[in-house]
């Protein structure tokens, strides 16, 4: 691993620390090195606060030696937005050289950056680590080339594709391992949804739970039930899902549609559950509709973990673009119900997560 490779994933490590924080905006961290040391350092934490770059030059808290270089994990913006242009900055400061990760995925931004500083005499050097570096904003490149959300989907089954354990068995596929994982994906997504079937099963509580510090954390973004009918909602309130009741319930959204029970309607935003309407909640028409009202909200992307028959809907609408399958390891729990089509994923790699596989990509149609 050469020097540039190793500072570019120390600046990988640094965007990682705002993880999920900066919708719609993407991760980005920087390192600056004079002299080949690392003399500052910064990352963007938050929609609207600083960027990485200016971040780390004012940690610095003085102008950068002659031949200094910085390491940035996405091109620097080049329009003079809330925060000003990075790439002026960066002239400004007389930084000589610039080690870039990912280019601007939005199509009317990419290489201008690139472009303005090495006219001002800057050095520049793409294509280290970029992969990762891309991958990092896997939601914010979809979103800022679609004006869409991420609609993801995350199942977890045993290898000949089964996710419903049988009656009586652990409700768990994979292990504490995997588990953990998928809870970090959730953290990065702003929304995550569940169908009509899922929530009355498993009365799931959606959130993102996490350890970090030897400190339990958990925290909640926007949850959405897909229930045309409002069936999750019949009976008494004490009855109801922990989504319908608990101290997040005004960040649950449910999905119906005009044939639903507009009484139910009333009783769930009375208690604090936004409920969206529109024509259809299946196919093509269900999932555009569902993706244009997150757009107009901002929410960038979903992750959709099931149950079965939602997934398999969606997919056959062609409206995932991403796919997280947990295959269960052969000491793992059996199931026997919730067949999963199978996703053709733009990489065949894995990674183990104890006993448990994990493959993730784009969803090839």
């Known amino acids: 691993m ?3 490779e190793t500072m570019m994933r120390r600046a990988l490590g640094l965007a990682r620390r705002a993880w999920g924080a900066t919708h ?24 609207g606060g600083p960027h990485a770059e200016r971040v780390a030059l004012a940690a610095l808290g003085r102008r950068p030696v002659a031949g200094a270089t910085l390491y940035v994990t996405l091109e620097p913006c080049s329009t003079r937005g809330r925060t000003g242009a990075c790439c002026d900055l960066i002239r400004e400061a007389g930084i000589a050289r610039v080690v870039i990760g990912a280019t601007d ?16 005499g800057v050095e520049v050097r793409l294509g280290v680590c970029s992969e990762e570096c891309a991958d990092l904003n896997l939601i914010f490149n979809h979103w800022i080339t679609t004006g869409l959300p991420l609609l993801a989907g995350k199942i977890a089954t045993t290898r000949d594709g089964f996710s419903i354990p049988p009656p009586g068995a652990s409700r ?8 953990a994982d998928a809870h970090r994906w959730r953290r990065l997504f702003p929304g995550i949804l569940v169908g009509a079937a899922t929530l009355q099963a498993d009365d799931p509580a959606l959130t993102r739970r996490w350890t970090a510090d030897g400190v339990d954390r958990e925290e909640c973004g926007r949850r959405f039930v897909l229930d045309p009918l409002l069936t999750t909602a019949v009976g008494e309130e004490s009855a109801w899902p922990r989504l319908y009741t608990d101290r997040w319930r005004e960040r ?3 999905v119906a549609t005009p044939a639903a029970d507009p009484h139910l ?6 208690a604090g559950v936004t409920v969206w309407e529109q024509e259809t909640t299946r196919g093509v028409t269900g999932w555009g509709s569902f993706a244009q009202r997150c757009a107009a909200e901002g929410v960038t992307g979903v992750l959709i973990e099931g149950g079965s028959a939602v997934l398999n809907d969606a997919s056959a609408a062609g409206a995932l673009g991403y796919g997280f399958w947990y295959e269960a390891g052969f000491t793992g729990n059996l ?6 089509e199978s996703w053709h994923l ?11 596989q994990l493959r993730r990509g784009r969803i090839l149609t």
């Open 2 to 4: 050469d020097f540039d």
């Open 24 to 47: 719609p905006n993407p991760m980005v961290g920087a390192v600056l090195v004079e002299d080949g040391a690392v003399v500052a350092e910064g990352w963007h934490g938050r929609d």
């Open 105 to 120: 995925p939005n199509p009317a931004h990419a290489g201008r950056a690139i472009g303005l500083l090495r006219s001002a």
């Open 172 to 179: 768990w596929i994979t292990g504490e391992v995997a588990r």
């Open 252 to 254: 649950t959204t449910v």
């Open 265 to 270: 309607r009333v009783r769930l935003e009375a």
């Open 335 to 340: 199931a026997w119900g919730g067949k999963v």
């Open 346 to 356: 733009s990489t065949d790699t894995g990674v183990w997560l104890g006993e448990d």
